[in-house]
């Protein structure tokens, strides 16, 4: 590749292929900054859509609607290429990918001049047995449904007459293995729907619903400030959610997991949010990772021993620092490298990555929030508005910004939907 007066140039003189894969945060970034007047630019992602994954946990009871929080990536950028499929191999040496479409399982090959790869990571269930076959999880808008659907179901059928009340309290047993901020998050949730809806849809069942977050550590929210962790131990015991802590899963089957002590706990929903691990193609890939098989990258986030291979968000890591796998770091990478390649098209210098850190939130529940700044360690009622209002201007779009204050408001005046389809 050369740089002219157009940009970078293919071998054969025409404009750089850049292909992307995904169209997560990094990936979404980076598509939003790049110069489509200097790159032939080729998206690649089994979803033809950017979803806001912190209002996940809203959506899985009705909080905020499903398509509130998603972007499609066709009307997100004019001029870019994009194939719904999944990439399933890379070609280093004769620059093309190989692709499998997402709907009809067709395989492609693509060629490319840059590559970056930003395809995100995978629920990690540590290989303990039953939980890929009967717990869900939350990562995408199909798993928040299938939760939403789950937990109305629970409730419908813990509503059968002459149910035995063992049966019924299992089925009314919200249990959450993973006491990270998706994990609380969900609770948080499932609880403010409980009190403000469902308390009054099945007056008779209250009583019987439980939610419990097991985690194995010593504490739950480890990544936040351990006055936050507290904090929150002490609103949850308010709200009647159970944290069982040191207590490791080893089994799960259909209606019930088995903890390292012995124990057997029973449930009708489970949720396993315990980290995440490295996708398919990322550990396919013959290049330099990290012991948690994420791709090592250097200060312009190229991939070691390579100047046309970029990875980015949750799959790669740096050589001499581990950045957490967040939002705002995926989205800082995808943006940067965008700003990178428009420099080099440019025929300039390329500076190296700079992060920087705006700090945690998390929804607790009750409109309260926690929010673990450099400068502040905020919680309760008014950090609550503060969560909701960054979340507001993260949002992508403006649509996306009303839909959310539109759902919002639904909830207060409305309550949630229960209606199962
Ligand atoms: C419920 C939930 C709540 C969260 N809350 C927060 C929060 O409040 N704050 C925060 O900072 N972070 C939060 N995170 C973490 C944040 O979502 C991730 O760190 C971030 O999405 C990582 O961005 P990414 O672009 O690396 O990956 P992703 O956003 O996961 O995107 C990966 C993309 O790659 C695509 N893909 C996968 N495999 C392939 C393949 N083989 N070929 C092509 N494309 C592929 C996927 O379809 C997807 O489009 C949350 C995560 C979850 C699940």
Same mark, same amino acid.
């Given at each position: 590749?050369?740089?002219? !007066?157009?940009?970078?140039?293919?071998?054969? &003189? !025409?404009?750089? +292929?850049?292909?992307?894969?995904?169209?997560?945060?990094?990936?979404?970034?980076?598509?939003?900054?790049?110069?489509?007047?200097?790159?032939?630019?080729?998206?690649?992602?089994?979803?033809?859509?950017?979803?806001? +994954?912190?209002?996940?946990? !809203?959506?899985?009871?009705?909080?905020?609607?499903?398509?509130?929080?998603?972007?499609?990536?066709? +009307? $997100?950028?004019?001029?870019?290429?994009?194939?719904?499929?999944?990439?399933?191999?890379?070609? @280093?040496?004769?620059?093309?990918?190989?692709?499998?479409?997402?709907?009809?399982?067709?395989?492609?090959?693509?060629?490319?001049?840059?590559?970056?790869?930003?395809? *995100?990571?995978?629920?990690?269930?540590? *290989?303990?047995?039953?939980?890929?076959?009967?717990?869900?999880?939350?990562?995408?808008?199909?798993?928040?449904?299938?939760?939403?659907?789950?937990?109305? /179901?629970?409730?419908?059928?813990?509503?059968?007459?002459?149910?035995?009340?063992?049966?019924?309290?299992?089925?009314?047993?919200?249990? @959450?293995?993973?006491?990270?901020?998706?994990?609380?998050?969900?609770?948080? =949730?499932?609880?403010?729907?409980?009190?403000?809806?469902?308390? /009054?849809?099945?007056?008779?069942?209250?009583?019987?619903?439980?939610?419990?977050?097991? /985690?194995?550590? =010593?504490?739950?929210?480890?990544?936040?400030?351990?006055?936050? !962790?507290?904090?929150?131990?002490?609103?949850?015991?308010?709200?009647?959610? /159970?944290?069982?802590?040191?207590?490791?899963?080893?089994?799960?089957?259909?209606?019930?997991?088995?903890?390292?002590? *012995?124990?057997?706990?029973?449930?009708?929903?489970?949720?396993?949010?315990?980290?995440? &691990?490295?996708?398919?193609?990322?550990?396919?890939?013959?290049?330099?990772?990290?012991?948690?098989?994420?791709?090592?990258?250097?200060?312009?986030?190229?991939?070691?021993?390579?100047?046309?291979?970029?990875?980015? &968000?949750?799959?790669?890591?740096?050589?001499?620092?581990?950045?957490?796998?967040?939002?705002?770091?995926?989205?800082?990478?995808?943006?940067?490298?965008?700003?990178?390649?428009?420099?080099?098209?440019?025929?300039?210098?390329?500076?190296?990555?700079?992060?920087?850190?705006?700090?945690?939130?998390?929804? @607790?529940?009750?409109?309260?929030?926690?929010?673990?700044? $450099?400068?502040?360690?905020?919680?309760?009622?008014?950090?609550?508005?503060?969560?909701?209002?960054?979340?507001?201007?993260?949002?992508?779009?403006?649509?996306?910004?009303?839909?959310?204050?539109?759902?919002?408001?639904?909830?207060?005046?409305?309550?949630?939907? @229960?209606?199962?389809?």
């Amino acid at each position: 590749m050369r740089a002219d !007066s157009h940009g970078l140039l293919s071998e054969d &003189g !025409s404009k750089a +292929t850049l292909v992307v894969l995904g169209t997560g945060f990094a990936a979404f970034s980076l598509i939003k900054e790049i110069d489509v007047d200097a790159y032939e630019v080729t998206v690649v992602s089994p979803r033809n859509h950017f979803l806001f +994954t912190p209002l996940l946990p !809203s959506t899985t009871v009705g909080t905020i609607e499903f398509r509130s929080i998603i972007e499609p990536i066709r +009307t $997100a950028r004019e001029r870019i290429q994009f194939y719904q499929a999944w990439c399933t191999d890379i070609d @280093i040496q004769k620059r093309t990918i190989q692709c499998q479409h997402a709907l009809d399982k067709t395989m492609f090959i693509l060629p490319y001049d840059i590559l970056v790869i930003a395809v *995100g990571a995978t629920n990690n269930t540590y *290989g303990i047995p039953g939980v890929e076959q009967n717990a869900l999880f939350l990562k995408e808008l199909a798993d928040a449904r299938a939760i939403r659907q789950r937990i109305i /179901e629970c409730f419908e059928r813990a509503s059968i007459p002459e149910l035995s009340e063992e049966r019924r309290k299992r089925l009314l047993h919200f249990l @959450i293995v993973g006491g990270g901020p998706t994990g609380i998050e969900f609770a948080a =949730e499932m609880h403010d729907f409980l009190v403000e809806d469902l308390r /009054e849809i099945f007056p008779s069942l209250i009583d019987d619903v439980r939610i419990t977050i097991l /985690e194995a550590a =010593e504490h739950i929210l480890s990544t936040f400030d351990a006055t936050l !962790s507290a904090y929150t131990i002490k609103h949850f015991e308010r709200q009647k959610i /159970e944290v069982l802590t040191k207590s490791g899963v080893v089994k799960v089957d259909a209606e019930q997991v088995f903890l390292q002590d *012995g124990s057997t706990v029973p449930y009708g929903l489970l949720i396993w949010s315990t980290g995440i &691990g490295s996708t398919l193609l990322v550990q396919s890939l013959a290049v330099l990772k990290d012991k948690h098989a994420r791709i090592v990258v250097d200060q312009y986030l190229r991939i070691q021993g390579f100047t046309n291979l970029y990875a980015l &968000g949750d799959c790669a890591t740096f050589h001499d620092r581990m950045l957490p796998a967040t939002a705002q770091v995926a989205q800082q990478e995808g943006r940067y490298v965008a700003r990178a390649l428009n420099r080099l098209a440019k025929g300039k210098q390329l500076e190296p990555f700079r992060y920087k850190d705006w700090g945690m939130l998390a929804y @607790i529940g009750s409109h309260r929030a926690l929010a673990d700044l $450099a400068a502040v360690k905020g919680r309760g009622f008014a950090t609550w508005l503060f969560w909701r209002s960054v979340y507001l201007t993260r949002l992508v779009s403006f649509k996306n910004k009303i839909l959310v204050v539109l759902d919002w408001m639904k909830t207060l005046i409305f309550g949630r939907d @229960i209606s199962r389809f």
